[in-house]
């Protein structure tokens, strides 16, 4: 079965996927109080995945307080991710990518609470980006901003209203996705 496949029941019933992928030290409360609020515009699940190995089982154990059915990826013994689900939790470093083509957006580690941010994964795989408050002012931010291949948020309630506006029209967020590839190419990088 493809990855995505694995979200069925949830695009039947017209729920939303975010994914927060590679997230570091600190950032997974941002993208839980984000994803919280979205969840009050529209029904849907999470996809978290940490940076590194040694964080997994610690931010799994962490993430309980929310009281969010989760889910994790190496233990889901079923075809699909039961609707009731919230939080789907990636904990294996060899599958991280493989969820950007599931998502209707994301937002990257490292745009949440400072770090490396890893743009090349989600524009190759064609996921739209939205951009935290703590993106580094880069030439490549600057970049994509411009050519309308990303958004950012300069608040983490932005993040919220940036969301919404995806969420309400789907076709925007995939269009800022191409014009991130076209961007990309035109930088003279592969996808």
């Known amino acids: 079965m493809e990855v995505c496949e ?5 695009r039947d019933r017209n729920r939303c996927v975010v994914y927060f992928p590679n997230t570091h030290n600190e950032e997974e409360p941002e993208a839980y109080s984000s994803f919280l609020a979205m969840m009050r515009v529209q029904m849907g699940i999470m996809i978290l995945a940490p940076d590194r ?3 997994f089982e610690p931010v799994y154990r962490d993430a309980l307080k929310y009281h969010l059915q989760t889910i994790r990826h ?4 079923t075809s699909y991710v039961p609707i009731k ?3 789907y939790f990636v904990e294996t470093i060899a599958m991280r990518d493989a969820f950007y083509a599931c998502a209707d957006f994301c937002v990257p580690g490292g745009t949440l609470n ?3 941010v890893d743009l090349e994964s989600p524009i190759r795989a ?3 980006l939205l951009l935290g408050p703590q993106m580094p002012d880069s030439a490549e931010r600057r970049g994509l901003l411009e050519a309308g291949g990303a958004r950012y948020a300069a608040t983490n309630e932005e993040i919220v209203e940036q969301a919404r506006d995806w969420l309400k029209d789907p076709t925007s967020a995939t269009e800022t996705a191409a014009k991130a590839q076209a961007w990309w190419r035109g930088q003279g990088r592969s996808l």
């Open 74 to 77: 190496s233990r889901l013994f």
């Open 114 to 116: 400072g770090g490396a």
């Open 53 to 55: 190995e040694e964080r």
């Open 6 to 10: 694995r979200f069925k029941e949830f």
């Open 126 to 128: 064609g996921c739209p």
């Open 85 to 87: 689900t919230r939080v």
